[in-house]
Nanobody, 114 residues
Framework: VQLQASGGGLVQAGGSLRLSCAAS????????MAWYRQAQGKQRELVAS???????DYTDSVKGRFTISRDNAKKTVYLQMNSLRPDDTAVYYC?????????WGQGTQVTVSS
């Protein structure tokens, strides 16, 4: 199983980035996909998730700014991040979950400058 995250970078506050996570080795459409982030010195937190049927959930701090989506044909999950703020700075990880298994990608750094 491999989850390859990409799309991170340095952006000014108010800017946008789109993260991608390409999966292989799993039956992608069965899995709940999620994005987590971990800021320096803080615990990893769930940012957004999308179920196999397309239902989505977001942590309160990103509602209205971030959008998670999936393309089952491409086995890829996306996180569109708009109106970025300095407190969005973190390493972003994608996760594929189907009980009892969780698989994690390697993380991509997002840095938002003020």
């Amino acid at each position: 199983v491999q989850l390859q995250a990409s799309g991170g970078g340095l952006v000014q506050a108010g800017g946008s980035l789109r993260l991608s996570c390409a999966a292989s080795g799993i039956i992608f459409n069965l899995y709940t996909m999620a994005w987590y982030r971990q800021a320096q010195g803080k615990q990893r937190e769930l940012v957004a998730s999308i179920g196999s049927a397309g239902s989505t959930d977001y942590t309160d701090s990103v509602k209205g700014r971030f959008t998670i989506s999936r393309d089952n044909a491409k086995k890829t999950v996306y996180l569109q991040m708009n109106s970025l703020r300095p407190d969005d700075t973190a390493v972003y990880y994608c996760k594929a979950g189907l009980a009892p298994n969780d698989y994690w990608g390697q993380g991509t750094q997002v840095t938002v400058s003020s």
